[in-house]
Nanobody
Framework: QLQLVESGGGLVQPGGSLRLSCAAP????????IGWFRQAPGKEREGVAC?????????YYTDSVKGRFTISRDNPKNTVYLHMNSLEPEDTAVYYC???????????????????WGQGTQVTVSS
């Protein structure tokens, strides 16, 4: 069964940057759409960004992170990254990566479409 592992979270000052990683030891992520989601205390889980399989399909972002976050694949490293720049206190949350159960799926920012989830990594933006 596909297992996803996130890393790269931490404490950063407003305006700073972080890079989150999503890996799947023993599995190739090439044929999975991958989504990044986040959940802040007291709030519902929110779709942040997603990328479809390695066919050049466009990535999608929620409005609040457009221009600041970038999702990318490193196929040789079997890793999907979420590059986060110009971080704001409102970005504070636990960040999860997720994959759908079907290969070659198009990505959507709806958590109901995802079957495999990582354990999450905490991102805290504070001065």
């Amino acid at each position: 069964q596909l297992q996803l592992v996130e890393s790269g979270g931490g404490l950063v000052q407003p305006g700073g940057s972080l890079r989150l990683s999503c890996a799947a030891p023993g599995f190739s992520l090439d044929y999975y759409a991958i989504g990044w989601f986040r959940q802040a205390p007291g709030k519902e889980r929110e779709g942040v960004a997603c990328v479809s399989t390695s066919d050049g399909s466009p990535a999608y972002y929620t409005d609040s992170v457009k221009g600041r976050f970038t999702i990318s694949r490193d196929n040789p490293k079997n890793t999907v990254y979420l590059h986060m720049n110009s971080l704001e206190p409102e970005d504070t949350a636990v960040y999860y990566c997720a994959a759908p159960g079907l290969l070659f799926s198009r990505c959507v920012l709806d958590s109901n479409d995802y079957d495999y989830w990582g354990q999450g990594t905490q991102v805290t933006v504070s001065s």
